[in-house]
């Protein structure tokens, strides 16, 4: 990885997203808005990021949220690995239909990808779900060509563009 920060891209994507979701007349509650984590207490990392986990499936649970959608950047230790990817919940209902929405708006927006939905039963958001809950692998940092692209603000608007228009797919399918 050259000199980009996931966390940076994440708030950056997901800032854009909420606008448009809002624009769409969508309630959207954001578990961070800032470069800041829902926990700052706890003596190490380990038990930090488990707080911080913690305390978002509680606002999640909180705010009645109809679906929980997280933004992350793949790694591998392979350079060549590319392409977004989006995981889910499979005990959830609903997971699997809304992950395959947002997938298939990916392929089609950004023709940069040929992957398929997930199942993710190991990280504790999607363990824990009870709504459908999907992550979205936005592409892989350990690719340099990825990397540039996930860096540029076009590409995040298109990125954007994409999750947004796989929500507003699935939520008008599911009839919410």
């Given at each position: 990885?050259?000199?980009s920060y996931e966390k940076d891209i994440n708030l950056q994507v997901a800032i854009k997203l909420r606008s448009l979701l809002a624009q769409?007349?969508?309630?959207?509650?954001?578990?961070?808005?800032?470069?800041?984590?829902?926990?700052?207490?706890?003596?190490?990392?380990?038990e930090r990021k488990r707080e911080d986990l913690t305390r978002r499936l509680a606002l999640v649970e909180e705010t009645g949220a109809s679906i929980y959608i997280t933004l992350h950047c793949n790694s591998f230790p392979k350079s060549?690995?590319?392409?977004?990817?989006?995981?889910?919940?499979?005990?959830?209902?609903?997971?699997?239909?809304?992950?395959?929405?947002?997938?298939?708006?990916?392929?089609?927006?950004?023709?940069?990808?040929?992957?398929?939905?997930?199942e993710d039963v190991t990280s504790m958001i999607m363990k824990q779900a009870v709504i459908p809950t999907v992550n979205v692998e936005m592409g892989f940092l350990s690719n340099a060509r990825e990397e540039e692209l996930l860096q540029r603000p076009d590409y995040q608007d298109k990125l954007a563009w994409a999750i947004y228009s796989g929500i507003v797919y699935h939520m008008a399918g599911s009839g919410s």
């Open positions: 990885m050259g000199g769409g007349g969508a309630s959207v509650i954001m578990t961070r808005e800032q470069d800041n984590s829902l926990c700052e207490d706890k003596e190490t990392l380990r060549n690995s590319s392409g977004a990817q989006v995981f889910y919940a499979p005990q959830v209902e609903g997971s699997l239909a809304l992950a395959q929405s947002l997938q298939n708006s990916l392929r089609e927006t950004l023709g940069n990808t040929r992957r398929t939905p997930k």
